[in-house]
C-alpha cells in the first residue's frame, strides 16, 4: 500500500514534512510493501480556490490509502473520508522519521478535520 | 451619467460621499431621476443613511448541478472540466462543494452519462425603494455564498437603465479592486476615488486609479476624507498621474459622529450641500471634456 506526505522541500527522504495540505510544495507517495517512493509537486499549491479538493483528488488518483500531514481542513477531509483514505497528523521531521513512525503505528489519526477552511492560504 | 465611487481601502469614506451627492443631487435637481446603487452585496450598509422605503424585491437565482448518483458512474470528466475545484470523485461516488462553484454550468453539459441537472438556488436578493426624492437599490448576498459579481450583474441590470441621459446613477462600490469593484466600475462615466491621506490609503488608491488605467479609461477625480497635515502623499500621487482632486472632507470629530448617528454629512452640516453640489459639478465637466478629446 501507498502513503503520501505533504512536504516543503524535495530532498528524497530527508525532505522536511510539511504543516499545510492543499498548497504544500511537494508531495511524497512512499510504497510500503517495497521501500520505493517518489516525489512530485503538488498539482494543487496555486490554485485559486479549492486546493485542499484537488489535492485530495490527486491524492485518490494516485491510489494512496493513506495520507499523513499537519494540518487537515473540511472540504479536504470530506473527499479523502469519501475515498476511505485514513489521515494522519504529524508533528514535524522529516519524510524518513514520519514513514517510520507511521509503520510503529505512533501517528494521531484524524477522525475529523483540524483546521478551519482557507487555513493553508497565506 | 453612472458614477462609480472606489476606493481601494476599505472605511475611506466610499457610502459618506456616495449617499451625501446622490441625497444633494436629488434634492437640487428635481425633474431627473436620481439613483444610488449600493453595489457592496457582501455588506451593503448605504441603506442605514437613506432609510429607504421599499417598494419591490427580487431573487438573484443561479444554476447549480445536482448529481444523480445511481447515474454516476464517477469517471472523472467533470471533476476534470470544473476550474474552481468544485467537485471530486472518491469512493465511487462524485461529490460536489457548492462554496467554490460558480456555476459556469461546464459539467452538466459535459457529463457523458446525463448525470448531472441544474437547480436554480437563491444566491442573493435585491431591493428598491425611495428616500425620499432619491431612488435607492442595492443587492445582499445570501449567507453562505461567496460569489459577489452575479448579484451586481442582476443588480445593475434590474435598476440601470444606460439609454436615460437624464438619470444620474452613484454606484457605491466595494472596498477593494477584485471582481465586484470591476463588476460595478464597468459601464460607468466616471471613476470617484475616495481616500483618505495615510500610507494605506493611497497604497490602495494607487490599486483601484491602475484598475481604472488598465481596465476602463474612465475620467476620475480624487476626493481625500480625513483630511489633514498628511495630504501631501495624496497630492504628489494625483499631480504625477494628473487626477484632480475634487474635495476635502477634514478628519473631524463631529462628522464621525455624525456618521456613527446614521445621519447623512449634509443632514448634520448643511455647508456641505454646496461642496457636494461642487463635486457633481466638476464630475459633469470632467466626463464631458473627456466625451469632447475623444
Avoid at chain 1, 96 to 116: F, G, R, S, T
Avoid at chain 2, 79 to 102: M, S, W
Wanted: overall charge negative; some cysteine.
Amino acid at each position: 500500500m501507498k502513503i503520501a506526505i505533504s512536504l516543503d522541500e524535495n530532498k528524497g527522504l530527508d525532505s522536511q514534512a510539511s504543516n499545510i495540505f492543499g498548497r504544500c510544495n511537494y508531495y511524497l507517495v512512499f510504497n510500503v510493501e517495497d521501500e520505493t517512493f517518489t516525489i512530485e509537486e503538488n498539482p494543487a499549491k496555486s490554485a485559486s480556490g479549492g486546493a485542499g479538493i484537488q489535492a485530495a483528488q490527486w491524492i485518490i488518483n494516485q491510489e494512496a490509502e493513506a495520507v499523513v500531514s499537519g494540518n487537515l481542513g473540511p472540504k479536504a477531509y470530506d473527499v479523502l473520508a469519501a475515498g476511505k483514505i485514513a489521515a494522519y497528523r504529524h508533528n514535524g521531521g522529516t519524510a524518513q522519521e514520519i514513514i517510520k513512525a507511521y509503520k510503529e503505528e505512533k501517528l494521531e489519526c484524524l477522525l475529523e478535520p483540524n483546521v478551519d477552511a482557507h487555513s493553508g492560504l497565506n | 451619467m453612472v458614477i462609480t465611487i472606489a476606493s481601494g481601502k476599505g472605511g475611506t469614506g466610499k457610502t459618506t460621499v456616495a449617499s451625501n451627492l446622490a441625497y444633494v443631487l436629488a434634492q437640487t435637481q428635481k425633474d431627473a431621476e436620481t439613483w444610488l446603487i449600493d453595489c457592496d452585496v457582501e455588506a451593503p450598509n448605504a441603506a442605514l443613511f437613506l432609510d429607504p422605503v421599499y417598494d419591490s424585491e427580487q431573487k438573484v437565482e443561479r444554476l447549480l448541478p445536482v448529481i444523480d448518483q445511481e447515474a454516476c458512474t464517477a469517471c472523472g470528466v467533470c471533476v476534470e472540466i470544473c476550474t474552481y475545484n468544485a467537485l471530486a470523485v472518491a469512493g465511487g461516488k462524485t461529490l460536489f462543494f457548492k462554496e467554490l462553484c460558480h456555476a459556469c454550468g461546464s459539467c452538466a453539459r459535459n457529463c457523458p452519462e446525463g448525470a448531472i441537472s441544474e437547480r436554480p438556488e437563491e444566491i442573493g436578493k435585491l431591493q428598491k425603494g425611495m428616500s425620499g426624492d432619491l431612488h435607492f437599490a442595492h443587492g445582499a448576498l445570501t449567507i453562505g455564498f461567496s460569489s459577489p459579481p452575479p448579484v451586481i450583474r442582476d443588480l445593475k441590470k434590474w435598476v440601470l437603465d444606460p439609454s436615460a441621459e437624464t438619470t444620474t446613477y452613484f454606484l457605491d462600490a466595494s472596498p477593494g479592486t477584485s471582481c465586484p469593484v470591476v463588476e460595478t466600475m464597468r459601464g460607468s462615466d466616471f471613476a470617484l476615488l475616495v481616500t483618505e491621506p495615510t500610507p494605506f490609503g493611497l497604497h490602495d488608491l494607487k490599486l483601484v486609479a491602475e484598475l481604472n488605467e488598465k481596465e476602463f479609461q474612465l475620467p476620475s477625480g480624487i476626493v481625500i476624507n480625513k483630511s489633514g497635515r498628511n495630504d501631501a502623499i495624496i497630492e504628489s500621487f494625483a499631480a504625477q498621474k494628473g487626477i484632480p482632486i475634487l474635495m476635502r472632507i477634514p478628519l473631524s470629530r463631529e462628522i464621525a459622529e455624525s456618521y456613527s448617528a446614521g445621519k447623512l454629512l449634509v443632514e448634520t452640516q448643511p455647508q456641505y450641500t454646496q461642496k457636494f453640489t461642487n463635486v457633481i459639478a466638476q464630475i459633469r465637466s470632467l466626463i464631458q471634456t473627456k466625451g469632447a478629446i475623444q
